[in-house]
């Protein structure tokens, strides 16, 4: 049986977190946990539909490879894997699988509020075994499939800023790409 490395990738408010919990209970909760920059603090997996978990906090400095030959899990679900350190922390996952035969969920954003791909993104759908979009659909305004993250203020798109900015979903919306390019939020 061949492992693999698996990408579940989306939008904001596409149920990531859910889903990435949700894999974890499902293959029996022996596996391990990493996450990055939750909103509701370090060291936890949390859903905005209040389903939480205890996870390891993988900070930019962390080697995930040695850290998983250590505790050499049956499995690993990364959420926020989006805030990796890129590609370092995306070839230690991939290194895993095919290492210490592993497989690995990871569960992200793929993109950022201007429309770029995350770096620790771009990385994991170039190793990725599979990617999937995060199969919650969310809409824009008009209606259409949200496909873009964009940063508001006072119901105006924002095109500047850090590119990491951990908050509630008041700063962002999801927009389709027509209204994400002509910046209409």
Known sequence: MSN????????????????????????????????????????????????????????????????????????????????????????????????????????GLKTDFLGRLFPASQRLIELADRVEELPVRVNCWCGERGTHNARVRDGVMVFSGDVVEIGDMDSYTVLCRRHHRAGLA
């Open 4 to 107: 693999e490395l698996v990408a579940y990738l989306g939008v904001m408010d596409a149920g990531k977190s859910t889903l990435a919990l949700q894999y974890h209970h499902s293959l029996g909760e022996s596996g391990v946990l990493y996450t990055s920059m939750d909103r509701s603090g370090e060291g936890v997996i949390s859903s905005r539909i209040g389903l939480s978990h205890k996870a390891r906090e993988v900070t930019p400095d962390l080697d995930v490879y040695d850290d998983l030959a250590e505790i050499r899990p049956p499995y690993v679900v990364v959420d926020e894997v989006q805030f990796l350190t890129a590609p370092k922390q995306i070839n230690h996952l991939a290194d895993a699988v095919d290492g210490l035969d592993l497989d690995v969920y990871a569960f």
